[in-house]
């Protein structure tokens, strides 16, 4: 069974960076479309950025455009979002997804059916 395993948040102040990662397990070839996505109470999920895993096609909302990164990790099936420069709108609880049968860079998260248990950011001012 395909799982997913989010990690990195944490509290740090305007300015700061973290790391989240992502680790896929129960599943043996490489994921086709992966992403992060970003929900804070009474808000709908958001996608932040998300990648084709093949063609290297990437998607950032625009709102972290130049401070988060997406990447993928050494490992099969591994996720990063680098992020700099936070603020603290940034704040909220951030989820990894996958689709395992995407042929197209995918943006939204009614076309993902695979999640993790998500990670909190929160950004102070």
């Known amino acids: 069974k395909l799982q997913l395993a989010d990690s990195g948040g944490g509290s740090v102040q305007a300015g700061g960076s973290l790391r989240l990662s992502c680790v896929v397990s129960?599943?043996?070839?490489?994921?086709?479309?992966m992403g992060w996505f970003r929900q804070t109470p009474g808000k709908d999920r958001e996608a932040v950025a998300t990648?084709?895993?093949?063609?290297?096609?990437?998607y950032y909302v625009d709102s972290v455009k130049g401070r988060f990164t997406i990447s993928q990790g050494g490992a099969r099936n591994t996720l990063h979002l680098q992020m700099l420069s936070l603020k603290p709108e940034d704040t909220a609880m951030y989820y990894c997804?996958?689709?395992?049968?995407?042929?197209?860079?995918?943006?939204?998260?009614?076309?993902?059916?695979?999640w993790g248990q998500g990670t909190q950011v929160t950004v102070s001012s």
């Open positions: 997804a996958a689709n395992p049968y995407c042929v197209a860079l995918r943006t939204s998260d009614d076309q993902f059916d695979n």
């Open positions: 129960g599943y043996a070839v490489k994921l086709p479309c």
């Open positions: 990648l084709h895993t093949s063609t290297g096609d990437t």
